[in-house]
């Protein structure tokens, strides 16, 4: 239970016993058991990167939301992005490359994404590393090891504690030790599309010294045509308790091979949902990261706290593309064939440290928390991209033609460097005041290494100050009301930097050019909500909220065909509104959750998008993007139902819905083409558990139950497979909407062993 300090007799150590309950209270609140409910302990959760000296959510002028290790064990969300989905407000998930580890995930609007091209708008830590990579500001979901999570917490707004790319929320991870979760805990299970997975986890700990590994793997071959997934991961930890100080030692590392299918034109989706546009299209991540995390107690009031990191990754991408410059009046010959692959190898080098100072005391006689930090996350990337002729199979495979080309060597390098408070004090019992900011100083250089376009050559420097303020009031003890202001930034990346001249577009992921620079994204957040308990075991909240953009930028198309041919530009301003309602906790032997989300995304801006697949696009294929109008990818509405029940006997059935309604496609950003939609849709899920021995658990879930054919993400785009059997005719190009379509039914089972571990 987290308490004042300004009664604090205790010695030092009490500090770093109000860390271990802030995770402790997390996992344990509101757990059923045979016999009934107990109530929720104090949540507490984390305002900054470092976890810190913590502090009660309910002091958090902001919808807070969090997840822990034991919602990974239920089989409805055993992995981060799916937890998110289904039970976190204005989150929603794109399966645009149609594999399961390559999400792109939506939160109010702003995406994290492992997808060149998307622009990027949350943060994301694990242990308080910042995993955004250098390159383009993107996150590889496939790299963050599931069973090793202990904490979820989704900050939301533009928080400029947690530094650039905060512009719509920031995702903090926080992994297993041996002192908190012993034991040996072991399980697998396969079902539908050949998927068989499997983790094992072992922790412990003697005296003042724990120990903590994990390791899991997943193949599946894929609901979709030439979408196999193999995903290797390993973490550990070796940890040192004493008295006064804390040190954690960890390792990730992964090596994993995605496989994705393009969005597939309408036409197709009638024919064979399963089916690929070309192909192959494989990603292959190799990573080692190291971390060492500290904290040492100065006093009862005070505490220091720091990391150091590097993390080392190889990425692999090997792509096909329809060739926008073929002639089909001509014979098909080298330097004239139908399609081109791409070859990209990126080698990551990432490094840092962070450093936060802690006191909890009165100023005067009211009780204030304050931390100061200072962080740098700096990054090197070698970047060669190669290109090959092609033409294409019956069945739209790639015919290699000639050996690979390079055409693009480059080094980038970044240099993050952050400085910033945040206070909370309480003037009344009733009321707490925050007031934070932060100062951030970044570098981004591009080298060419070919020697052969030194123009590309650049230095991008950006610099600002973003302030945050907010207030939460409790008059009731079932009552809590709180508003907030935030600003944050994020600087163009690498990637944009390079492909933001319309003379000169880019395929994606991007060739390097030389080009005009683009201003950094700002964004200002308000704010305000209510929330408060039912019961001792039933919450609810109510939160409105809108972020504005200054300065936005957006990849915008620019070939007449080639759907993932444009260019980087800043589009003036766009707006996020939206409202968050929640009701959820645990009545008897039910336990349920229910929340609804409104997001309405605009631009506030007009301007001139090239976008000649767009049925109203003017004689050269130019749209005008009107103020008012939707941003693609984004619904309006979203809704979540939960429900579980505990039959007794150690047998829980549960269950889900996931609706959304309506987004456009990209391409259609002035939301004048007809057809440029994708429809609403509502999606079920089931699943159980039973504890039929001690220790042991069998599982299962099926998703989407009623089977839905329904799509996630789309492009308005130019269809070359037009010929007998939808092969390649360029004679007989038709404009049609590009659709990714998301799973059909699956079901899986599995059994979980658990030997002197938490919750066996």
């Keep these: 239970m987290q308490r004042d300090v300004g009664g604090a007799t205790r010695a030092g150590r009490s500090l770093l ?9 997390a996992a344990h609140a509101a757990e059923a058991d045979e016999k009934g409910v107990q109530a929720p302990a104090v949540e507490v959760v984390a305002p900054t990167p470092l976890p810190g000296l913590g502090i009660a959510r309910d002091k958090v002028p902001a919808n807070v939301q969090t997840g822990d290790a034991e919602d990974l064990r239920n089989p409805g969300t055993m992995t981060l992005q799916d937890l998110m989905e289904r039970s976190f407000d204005s989150v929603n998930i794109n399966q645009s490359q149609g594999n399961p580890y390559q999400p792109d995930i939506n939160f109010r609007g702003f995406t994290g994404s492992p997808l060149l091209g998307t622009s990027p708008g949350l943060s994301v830590f694990q242990d308080g590393v910042r995993i955004n990579e250098p390159f383009g500001d993107g996150v590889n979901w496939d790299l963050i090891p599931n069973p090793a999570i202990a904490t979820i917490t989704l900050m939301p707004g533009s928080n400029p504690v947690f530094g650039l790319n905060t512009l719509g929320g920031a995702i903090s991870i926080t992994t297993k030790n041996g002192f908190d979760f012993p034991g040996l805990v072991v399980q697998g299970y396969g079902g539908s599309f050949r998927r068989a997975a499997g983790d094992i986890e072992y922790g412990g700990s003697a005296d003042r010294v724990g ?6 793997g997943f193949y599946e071959r894929g609901w979709r045509d030439n979408t196999s997934t193999h995903i290797w991961q390993g973490f550990g930890k070796l940890s040192f308790r004493d008295r006064d100080t804390n040190l954690d030692f960890s390792f990730t590392g992964a090596s ?20 690929s546009y070309t192909f192959p299209d494989t990603f292959k991540n190799e990573l080692a990261a190291f971390t060492l995390n500290g904290r ?24 096909t593309n329809v060739n926008d410059g073929f002639d089909p009046t001509q014979p098909t010959a080298p330097g004239n064939t139908e399609g081109q692959n791409v070859a990209i190898d990126a080698d990551t080098q990432g490094w840092g440290f962070a450093l936060q100072y802690s006191y909890l005391g009165n100023l005067g006689a009211m009780p204030n928390q304050l931390a100061i930090g200072a962080s740098l996350d700096a990054g090197r990337t070698d970047f060669t991209q190669s290109e090959q002729e092609a033409n294409f199979a019956a069945d739209r495979s790639s015919l290699p033609v000639g050996s690979f080309a390079t055409e693009t060597q480059a080094r980038t390098t970044n240099q993050y460097w952050g400085l910033y408070f945040t206070d909370t004090l309480s003037p009344a019992p009733w009321v707490d005041l925050t007031l934070a900011g932060r100062y951030n100083w970044a570098q981004v250089k591009i080298r060419d290494l070919s020697g052969t376009n030194p123009a590309l050559d650049g230095n991008n420097r950006f610099s600002r100050f973003n302030p945050a303020v907010g207030a939460t009031f409790k008059p009731v003890p079932a009552l809590t009301a709180y508003i907030n202001y935030n600003e944050g930034m994020r ?74 041919t444009g260019f980087f530009q800043n589009v003036g301003t766009t707006r996020r509104r939206g ?31 090239f976008s000649p697949n767009n049925s109203s696009a003017d004689a050269i294929g130019d749209i005008q993007v009107q103020s008012g109008n939707r941003i693609p990818g984004i619904p309006q509405n979203i809704l979540k139902l939960r429900a579980g029940y505990y039959f007794g006997g150690g047998f829980t059935l549960g269950g889900g819905m996931f609706a959304q309604d309506s987004q456009y496609v990209r ?40 089977n839905r054919k329904y799509e996630t993400a789309g492009v308005l785009g130019l269809n070359f497979f037009n010929g007998p059997g939808n092969t390649f005719d360029a004679t007989n190009t038709v404009k049609e909407v590009f659709l990714s379509p998301a799973a059909p039914i699956g079901a899986w089972i599995g059994v979980r062993y658990s030997l002197g571990a938490r919750g066996s």
Aim: glycine letters at 6%; charged letters at 15%.
């Design 491 to 564: 600087i163009p990346t690498p990637v944009e930097l390079t492909c933001a001249d319309p003379s000169a577009p880019c395929s994606l992921p991007n060739a390097f050019l030389a080009d005009p620079p683009l201003d950094p994204v700002i964004a200002k957040t308000v704010e305000v909500g209510v929330r408060g308990p039912i019961t001792p075991t039933v919450r609810w909240h109510a939160t409105a909220y809108q972020t504005t953009l200054d300065n936005d930028i957006l990849f915008v198309s620019a070939s007449a065909s080639a759907p993932n």
């Design 256 to 275: 994993n091979t995605l496989n994705g299918a393009q969005a597939i034109p309408i036409s197709f989706l009638d024919q064979n949902r399963a089916q």
């Design 17 to 25: 016993g109000m860390l271990a309950c802030s995770v402790c209270a």
């Design 296 to 319: 040492h107690t100065l006093s009862d009031r005070t505490l220091l706290q720091g990391n150091l990191y590097y993390r080392s990754l190889r990425s692999k991408n090997y792509s």
């Design 667 to 706: 391409g259609n950003e002035n939301n004048q083409d007809a057809s440029g939609k994708i429809p609403g849709y509502t999606v079920f899920n089931v699943d159980a558990r039973w504890n039929f021995a001690r220790g042991w658990e069998l599982f299962g879930m099926v998703n989407n139950v009623f």
């Design 211 to 216: 120990y903590y590994v994990t390791g899991n």
């Design 579 to 609: 409202v968050e309602l929640g009701i959820g906790g645990t009545v008897d032997r039910w336990r349920f959750a229910a929340s609804y989300s409104y997001i309405n995304a605009e631009f506030r801006t007009p301007f001139t998008e």
